[in-house]
């Protein structure tokens, strides 16, 4: 599509960016960038964390003022820099941000509409009507039926997904206009984004163009026409057509160096059964029992509600089950008791890393040394003073392990990028040795380098003997990492592969799972 | 169009990060109150002609903020755990520094026990203040305006809107004590402020406490006894609150209990000043400390001038709001 368009009488390009800098303080954050997404196009952008991608997202939208010299320009007509919300939304350019910008205790209907409610002229009220009626097309366009009047916080991920998309799409005119999807599909699961991308490439075949930043390499080299990579600000290289290029080439540029790829390497699970789940039964999932071994690691998996997810928070102590016991190193914890915190749990030897690093695992506002420590803070210190010293030589031992940047103990955890925050969060619980590491999605929303720094970290952990229990829809992630992966559906273990553990494998077997449990209910 | 030759090209060196100096980072924020202290003593000092810069002047300044010192206190047991607001602080000092007086005065108690049990009395308000926010799960503000409400009711009942006095004059020791040419009160406030800022920067206790104020569900996931640590805060808080008033009661040698409710704007100003102080953005018991003292000086400095007693309202509104703006402001830029 592309090359017939270069060769054509050249319209103008749907956006085009030249130029274009950034600098907070001495910190220059873009350097020259420059990108072209011709009319149609679906253009990928990648880059490491930090790299800028979502600073030019940020300039796009007008959040930034980007520094004087450069140019924005969209169907050939140049935008006035900084460029204002209105203008940005005339000109046709929409985006759905990385975090959704979701208000949870609101319904699907008013957090599509907000900003653009259409009120009675007289008693200026909200027509309901109206705005739950536009909202339920906008949705059907997409393909989804979402009840507009649930609150958002209760919807799965993938709603919520697609209730952000919606927002954002609701105007766009078909034949126009530029849709930005920053980050948007880190929670949908297979299928969920395979419908995904069929909305994209409708809106492509309507002549819309769009914009894909995304850390899944595959999709990007599967999905989009061109790609344009970034590496510390600056453009690596722009429109390059992805039909020459491989997640390899990719992961090359983005880093800058070869990546060794990390396959699987030899299972270091021994033979003692260092912890066990018997009678598990929490949500759909009934009378289960699960024997991890020491230095196994025990992936968990399934499409979302097979319960594979309930299971990990249950044995993490996350939440209640309804009956079960879990054994580690011979000590007996209740599964269905009643709790106030996972005190038990921690001073069994059992940690859990949760998914949503901010909401569940780190106080953003308080240092990255306070939230490393926070869960032996009771038992290494004394009631009257913490102690200085271990907690400095924990801090500093994985952010020399995890390789987390910046490597300040003090900084706030809020103001480290989304990789590093996620290398806290492990690292906070693999300085306490635990016996039985629980992770859910470990690998959520962070780039390459990070996720290959994470994946060495529990291989390393499984290295010293503990048993690690991870649940994750990433099955490449399970396929370098599990000895043993469980997958659910409908709150069954409906197969358990083991050995040699390839993707397409775990793939095959959570959606052929998935489809036969559709098939019998 | 040969993507493998491409990262082949030499890159300039990776931009340098700039080392941010995380602990100075904030220099000009912490101190902003504390400079404009010092300037208003200036300003102060210059124009009433050496009447400002009297013994007499700062012996009034340091030696009658105690109650406000026990009650900021209070009431940061409860904010620093992320309980917004504990409206029922002043109601609560109100209640116990009425029944000591009633029990001694009107119903012949000695003042000990008359003072354990108002003590008991503010403990047991927090507690149940405590329950119903932690156990039953009832809003803080709701919960403790109404408590706010009922008790100054309740000390208004039991005083029979009179002004008790007649407490015996030994009783007054234990706060107008001379050290030094201060009384002992204001000691009480520096060891309480200290030790509450040395709980929160030192102890496991004092940790736990700064996570389960910033976030339940984290501190939960992470072994700390979220709940039991939210009512032991209202438990402290009432506690504080009690302690505060029989110290307040022995100096004054009487209460009237229409009075508490004109400490509520100056604990909340003291408090939320405090926020602009030493850790900007954060409530803190040193910060909350040289507030008291900051507002007490700008009110008598104009008082001093010949102002009214309405220029307490104007100062500890007008400062509130300017002060925490500023702090705000700077503590975003810096970040």
């Known amino acids: 599509m592309t090359d017939q368009q270069e060769g054509a009488a050249q319209p103008p390009p749907r956006l085009e960016v030249a130029r274009l800098s950034k600098a907070f303080g001495p910190a220059r954050v873009l350097r020259d960038v420059h990108l072209r997404v011709g009319p149609g196009e679906l253009h990928g952008l990648v880059g490491q964390n930090g790299c800028g991608k979502s600073t030019l997202v940020k300039i796009l939208t007008g959040v930034y003022s980007p520094d004087p010299g450069g140019h924005v320009a969209v169907d050939g007509r140049a935008l006035s820099l900084p460029i204002h919300p209105v203008a940005q939304r005339a000109a046709g350019v929409c985006v759905v941000h990385q975090d959704l910008g979701l208000i949870d205790d609101r319904t699907v209907w008013e957090n599509v509409r907000v900003g653009r409610y259409q009120a009675g002229k007289l008693t200026r009220k909200i027509n309901r009507r109206e705005e739950r009626q536009a909202v339920e097309q906008v949705l059907a366009r997409l393909g989804k039926t979402v009840d507009v009047n649930q609150r958002v916080g209760l919807l799965s991920t993938e709603d919520r997904a697609a209730v952000a998309i919606a927002r954002a799409m609701q105007d766009h005119r078909p034949g126009t206009g530029l849709i930005i999807f920053d980050e948007s599909t880190r929670g949908l699961t297979g299928e969920a984004r395979s419908r995904f991308f069929d909305i994209l490439r409708s809106l492509i075949d309507a002549g819309a163009s769009v914009l894909l930043i995304s850390h899944r390499l595959e999709e990007i080299v599967e999905v989009t026409h061109r790609v344009t990579v970034l590496r510390d600000g600056a453009v690596v290289e722009t429109g390059l057509p992805t039909k020459e290029l491989d997640e390899a080439s990719l992961t090359k540029m983005m880093l800058g160096r070869h990546l060794v790829t990390r396959g699987r390497v030899e299972s270091h699970a021994t033979d003692d059964a260092i912890a066990s789940v018997r009678e598990l039964t929490v949500r759909s999932v009934k009378n289960l029992d699960i024997e991890i071994r020491g230095g196994e690691i025990l992936g968990l998996t399934g499409v979302m509600g097979a319960g594979y997810r309930e299971v990990a928070e249950a044995i993490g102590g996350a939440s209640r089950a309804d009956g079960g016991e879990l054994t580690v190193r011979g000590r007996a914890i209740d599964l269905a008791k009643r709790r106030g915190c996972t005190e038990e749990f921690v001073d069994a030897g059992v940690a859990f890393v949760a998914e949503r690093r901010l909401d569940e695992g780190l106080a953003a506002e308080l240092s990255v040394s306070d939230n490393l420590t926070l869960p032996r803070v009771r038992r290494r210190g004394k009631p009257l003073r913490t102690g200085r010293a271990w907690q400095a030589a924990e801090t500093a031992a994985m952010i020399a392990k995890l390789d987390i940047k910046p490597p300040h103990p003090g900084a706030p955890v809020g103001t480290l990028s989304g990789g590093n925050q996620q290398k806290v969060l492990l690292g906070k619980w693999l300085a306490g040795a635990p016996d039985l590491l629980v992770l859910c999605e470990p690998t959520q929303a962070v780039d390459v380098g990070a996720r290959h720094d994470i994946i060495d970290a529990i291989r390393e952990a499984a290295r010293g003997g503990c048993a690690v229990v991870i649940a994750s829809v990433d099955a490449a992630d399970l396929a370098v990492l599990c000895d043993r992966v469980l997958v659910f559906s409908g709150g069954r273990v409906a197969a358990e592969l083991t050995g040699d553990l390839d993707q397409d494998a775990i793939i095959h077997a959570t959606f052929d799972a998935g489809t036969r449990k559709g098939v019998a209910c | 169009m040969e993507p493998t030759t491409i990262p082949a090209e030499p890159t300039p060196a990776q931009a340098p990060r700039p080392q941010r100096a995380w602990r100075n980072r904030h220099f000009a924020a912490r101190y902003a109150v504390i400079a404009v202290w010092a300037a208003m003593i200036a300003v102060y000092a210059g124009t009433e002609h050496g009447l400002f810069f009297h013994a007499g002047t700062f012996q009034t300044i340091f030696s009658s903020q105690q109650p406000l010192v026990f009650m900021t206190m209070a009431l940061l047991c409860t904010i620093c755990v992320g309980e917004f607001v504990d409206l029922s602080v002043p109601a609560v000092f109100g209640f116990a520094a009425t029944v000591l007086p009633v029990l001694v005065v009107n119903h012949g108690w000695g003042v000990w026990p008359a003072a354990l049990v108002a003590v008991i009395a503010a403990v047991a308000v927090g507690a149940l203040n405590g329950f119903l926010v932690v156990v039953v799960g009832v809003n803080t503000i709701v919960v403790t305006l109404g408590m706010s409400t009922l008790l100054t009711g309740v000390a208004l009942w039991m005083s029979d809107l009179n002004t008790i006095s007649g407490l015996p004059t030994g009783f007054q020791a234990i706060a107008n004590t ?158």
């Open chain 2, 178 to 335: 001379d050290v030094g040419g201060l009384p002992i009160s204001l000691y009480y406030g520096v060891v309480l402020t200290l030790g509450f800022g040395y709980l929160l920067a030192f102890t496991p206790l004092g940790r736990h406490m700064r996570f389960v104020g910033a976030s339940r569900e984290v501190s939960r996931l992470s072994g700390v006894r979220v709940n039991r640590i939210r009512f032991g805060s209202f438990v402290v808080a009432g506690l504080l609150s009690g302690v505060g008033a029989v110290i307040a009661v022995a100096a004054l040698g009487s209460y009237n209990p229409t009075t508490s409710d004109s400490y509520l704007l100056p604990v909340f100003a003291a408090t939320f000043l405090g926020t602009a102080i030493i850790e900007p953005g954060r409530f803190n018991p040193i910060g909350t400390f040289v507030g008291i003292y900051f507002l007490e000086t700008g009110i008598l400095g104009l008082q001093l001038l010949g102002l009214q007693a309405w220029v307490s309202d104007v100062f500890y509104g007008g400062v509130l709001v300017v002060a925490v703006t500023i702090a705000t402001l700077l503590h975003r830029r810096a970040a």
